[in-house]
């Protein structure tokens, strides 16, 4: 059942924000439940959240806490690491099509049939990939933990990195090792405009670039500092500068405005001079959502246990090597 057709079953939604938060509270604490946000959420969801951050972060957390009920207010894939982590706790998401572009990009059937066509290969997958992919991969990664974990593997054995082709430039040239890419993107990193980039530059000289490294590499090429959406904001709070240019998803920038009142952060448009930079589905879950889901428990993330398990083994080994 999706969120909308869960909504036909249950009570009106409340009216106002104020309302919402205040039920959304009390399911709080009748489900036992803790609330996950990823930093591209909409702000009121940010500011609603019992933890914040990336992905992998956030189903760490949620399975180290003795709740039973984990909402998940991201993406389809994070609620499925969130289960894989956590198989004894309720895993609900707002909205069962907040999908995402790179995990959509690589089906696993086809992924497979790639991975016959690369014998031999050592397969390390980003976190934003499917279950099923996980299942099929030697090794999961993040943004933030990829060089680190490349560094380690066998020189005499080939890479195969999946699913963000960008991602994986930025892991070749950093570790030096040559990898051979599934051809996947994220479709928000890859909106960012280079022009209005260089004119942000120009506009503001002492202002600090940081970049996501599933940008592009031309914008990547323009940037100060280099990171995961977690490292991003770790960096703006130690750096001395005193604006920032964020070649990520804007969501992010709530939490830097939050934690660092007196710096600024601003925006890069897209191609076509839009704000379309926001990730469409990560922006699908909204408050009333949240209610819904909560109130109905509904709709929750089932998986085969046996998928599970598979997908587990690369994840344990990557905490591992970390």
């Given at each position: 059942?999706?969120?909308?057709?869960?909504?036909?079953?249950?009570?009106?939604?409340?009216?106002?924000?104020?309302?919402?938060?205040?039920?959304?509270?009390?399911?709080?604490?009748?489900?036992?439940?803790?609330?996950?946000?990823?930093?591209?959420?909409?702000?009121?969801?940010?500011?609603?959240?019992?933890?914040?951050?990336?992905?992998?972060?956030?189903?760490?957390?949620?399975?180290?806490?003795?709740?039973?009920?984990?909402?998940?207010?991201?993406?389809?894939?994070?609620?499925?690491?969130?289960?894989?982590?956590?198989?004894?706790?309720?895993?609900?998401?707002?909205?069962?099509?907040a999908g995402c572009t790179l995990a959509d990009d690589c089906p696993a059937d086809e992924f497979e049939k790639f991975l016959n066509e690369h014998p031999n290969h050592i397969v390390v997958s980003y976190?934003?990939?499917?279950?099923?992919?996980?299942?099929?991969?030697?090794?999961?990664?993040?943004?933030?933990?990829?060089?680190?974990?490349?560094?380690?593997?066998?020189?005499?054995?080939?890479?195969?990195?999946?699913?963000?082709?960008?991602?994986?430039?930025?892991?070749?040239?950093?570790?030096?090792?040559?990898?051979?890419?599934?051809?996947?993107?994220?479709?928000?990193?890859?909106?960012?405009?280079?022009?209005?980039?260089?004119?942000?530059?120009?506009?503001?000289?002492?202002?600090?670039?940081?970049?996501?490294?599933?940008?592009l590499e031309n914008l990547l090429d323009l940037s100060d500092f280099i990171g995961s959406t977690s490292k991003l904001l770790r960096h703006s709070e130690t750096s001395t500068s005193k604006e920032f240019i964020v070649l990520t998803e804007p969501g992010i920038i709530h939490q830097m405005?939050?934690?660092?009142?007196?710096?600024?952060?601003?925006?890069?448009?897209?191609?076509?001079?839009?704000?379309?930079?926001?990730?469409?589905?990560?922006?699908?879950?909204?408050?009333?959502?949240?209610?819904?889901?909560?109130?109905?428990?509904?709709?929750?993330?089932?998986?085969?246990?046996?998928?599970?398990?598979?997908?587990?083994?690369?994840?344990?080994?990557?905490?591992?090597?970390?």
């Open positions: 059942m999706t969120a909308a057709s869960a909504a036909e079953t249950v009570s009106p939604v409340p009216l106002s924000k104020t309302e919402l938060r205040s039920a959304i509270n009390e399911l709080r604490n009748e489900r036992n439940a803790v609330i996950l946000a990823h930093y591209y959420q909409d702000p009121e969801i940010q500011d609603i959240a019992d933890f914040i951050g990336d992905s992998l972060e956030l189903s760490r957390r949620a399975a180290d806490t003795n709740a039973e009920v984990i909402v998940f207010c991201g993406v389809h894939f994070m609620a499925e690491t969130a289960k894989i982590l956590s198989p004894e706790k309720t895993v609900l998401i707002p909205d069962l099509d976190i934003n990939c499917s279950a099923a992919v996980k299942a099929l991969s030697d090794l999961i990664c993040t943004s933030s933990n990829a060089v680190h974990l490349v560094n380690q593997l066998p020189k005499d054995r080939p890479i195969l990195f999946a699913p963000d082709q960008n991602l994986g430039r930025w892991v070749q040239r950093q570790s030096g090792r040559e990898l051979t890419f599934w051809p996947g993107r994220c479709v928000v990193h890859e909106t960012f405009s280079e022009e209005a980039l260089l004119k942000l530059k120009i506009k503001h000289p002492q202002a600090e670039v940081i970049a996501h490294p599933e940008c405005k939050l934690k660092m009142p007196n710096k600024r952060f601003i925006e890069v448009p897209g191609i076509d001079g839009c704000s379309c930079n926001q990730c469409p589905y990560m922006r699908l879950n909204t408050l009333e959502k949240l209610w819904v889901c909560m109130n109905s428990m509904e709709p929750t993330l089932e998986m085969d246990d046996e998928l599970r398990l598979k997908a587990l083994v690369p994840i344990e080994r990557m905490l591992e090597m970390s």
